[in-house]
């Protein structure tokens, strides 16, 4: 099963990939996750992205091509792969296609995940990660269970984006709005576009998402 979590920062793309992943086995593929970990490395990629993402825009096509490539070579996406963030622009969607034609796979849904902006920028500027597992809070709306306390591996460090502010959440929306928006009409016309609503709480859009998943076996 090979799926895509299109929607804005903040829609639920990245916690609704790690459910899929622990539940069905399927591969969360996020390009941001890859650009912070080449962040962090301090690679090649990594020294390329960090002023891009820091100011909100678009890492270059070919930089997120060729990450995504070698990502697709390792042998445990067999199962299938939840790509989030990813495509983001009609040329990364029209490269999917065909690296996913060259593997003899195709995409079976894409999931567009709707919430308002005002929304957005409040969960995002709550949001923060577990250091250690990369398990996704917010400050508000999913609390750990102990505070200060990783529920999925007891750490008790935990980090915020850089990119995580205000002011880069706006520039993100509008890039968003502009470069990535029209990918909704491109997998519509596909027939391959699926809707739900993510301003409901966290496990009611896993249900919904389950709905979809359904629906496609039938
Ligand atoms: P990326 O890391 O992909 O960030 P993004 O798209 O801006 O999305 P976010 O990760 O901010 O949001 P999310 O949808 O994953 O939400 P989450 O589940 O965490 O990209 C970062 C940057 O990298 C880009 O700006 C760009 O520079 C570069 N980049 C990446 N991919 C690229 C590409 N393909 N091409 C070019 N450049 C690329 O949820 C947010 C918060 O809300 C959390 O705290 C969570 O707990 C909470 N929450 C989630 N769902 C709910 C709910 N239903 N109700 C209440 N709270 C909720
Ligand atoms: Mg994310
Ligand atoms: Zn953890």
């Not at 080449?38 to 020294?47: E, T």
């Not at 995409?107 to 709550?126: P, Y």
């Not at 009409?185 to 966290?202: E, P, Q």
């Amino acid at each position: 099963m090979n799926l895509i979590l299109l929607g804005p920062p903040g829609a639920g793309k990245g916690t609704q990939s790690k459910i899929l992943e622990e539940k069905h086995g399927y591969k969360q593929l996020s390009t941001g996750d890859m650009l912070r970990a080449a962040i962090s490395a301090g690679s090649d990629v990594g020294l390329k992205a960090k002023a891009i993402m820091d100011r909100g825009d678009l890492v270059s096509d070919d930089v997120i091509l060729g990450i995504v490539a070698e990502r697709l070579g390792k042998p445990d996406v067999s199962n299938g792969v939840v790509f989030d963030g990813f495509p983001r622009t009609p040329a990364q969607a029209d490269a999917l296609d065909k690296m996913l034609e060259g593997r003899g796979q195709k995409l079976d849904a894409v999931i567009e995940m709707k919430v308002d902006d005002e929304v957005l920028v409040k969960r995002i500027s709550g949001r923060f990660t577990c250091a250690k597992c990369g398990k996704g809070y917010h400050d508000e709306f999913a609390k750990p269970t102990a505070a200060g306390v990783c529920d999925a591996c007891g750490s008790l460090e935990f980090s915020r984006r850089p990119d995580d502010n205000e002011k880069t959440v706006r520039d993100r929306l509008q890039v968003y709005n502009k470069q990535t928006a029209p990918l909704v009409d491109y997998y519509h016309k596909k027939g391959n576009l699926h809707v739900v609503d993510g301003m409901a709480d966290i496990a009611l859009v896993t249900v919904a998402i389950e709905n979809v998943l359904k629906g496609l076996k039938a």
